[in-house]
T-cell receptor, first 109, second 114 residues
Framework: RKEVEQDPGPFNVPEGATVAFNCTYS??????FFWYRQDCRKEPKLLMS???SGNEDGRFTAQLNRASQYISLLIRDSKLSDSATYLC??????????FGKGTMLLVSP | NAGVTQTPKFRVLKTGQSMTLLCAQD?????MYWYRQDPGMGLRLIHY???????AKGEVPDGYNVSRLKKQNFLLGLESAAPSQTSVYFC?????????????FGPGTRLTVT
């Protein structure tokens, strides 16, 4: 089983739509969870950390379900600028992270 | 601040040639990482360093060597390049090695081996 699995997409949504991505991870001992964003031909950048109680940052909401070992990202009121690949990231040790292959989002006018 | 920089941005090598990729960070970060990203494979860790003078192997270390002689620099070497090493290479750094800290990435080096 792959360590971090994501639906590659692409998810095609119109502006203003709400879209959700899920991610599953295999290491039950993982303690840190993140969503990174990667624009085409650019480097990944941290979008948000994911906390056990769930957390929100503007239009973005992240949830963690430890029992089922999955993480979700909800984007409300999608903007054209949200078009990117979203990487689910989980720690694989004290010092290292494992990145999912990413889910591509395309927001159209 | 420049953050994390990588040199060069692009490179084409012939099979068997060698090269060194340079990563530099000006954030006084202790930990540094080298990843490669291939289509359909996601980011994979090659080597990492927990401090000046130390290195450790990641998920895909074969064919690469690294050195961390100065805290701000992390070098990735390819001694004898192979077509399978055609990839985009990203360097990253973090304040500490604790998995809870954000990793900051450089802009990447696009390497083609023919």
């Amino acid at each position: 089983r792959k360590e971090v699995e994501q639906d590659p997409g692409p998810f095609n949504v119109p502006e203003g739509a709400t879209v959700a991505f899920n991610c599953t991870y295999s290491n039950s001992a993982s303690q840190s969870f993140f969503w990174y964003r990667q624009d085409c031909r650019k480097e990944p950048k941290l979008l948000m950390s994911v906390y056990s109680s769930g957390n929100e940052d503007g239009r973005f909401t992240a949830q963690l379900n430890r029992a089922s070992q999955y993480i979700s990202l909800l984007i409300r009121d999608s903007k054209l600028s949200d078009s990117a690949t979203y990487l689910c990231v989980v720690n694989s040790g004290y010092s290292t992270l494992t990145f999912g292959k990413g889910t591509m989002l395309l927001v159209s006018p | 601040n420049a953050g994390v920089t990588q040199t060069p941005k692009f490179r084409v090598l012939k099979t068997g040639q060698s090269m060194t990729l340079l990563c530099a960070q000006d954030m006084n970060h202790e930990y540094m990482y080298w990843y490669r990203q291939d289509p359909g494979m996601g980011l994979r860790l090659i080597h990492y360093s927990v401090g000046e003078g130390t290195t450790a192997k990641g998920e895909v270390p074969d064919g690469y060597n690294v050195s961390r002689l100065k805290k701000q620099n992390f070098l990735l070497g390819l001694e004898s390049a192979a077509p399978s090493q055609t990839s985009v290479y990203f360097c990253a750094s973090s304040y500490t090695g604790s998995h809870s800290y954000e990793q900051y990435f450089g802009p990447g080096t696009r390497l083609t081996v023919t």
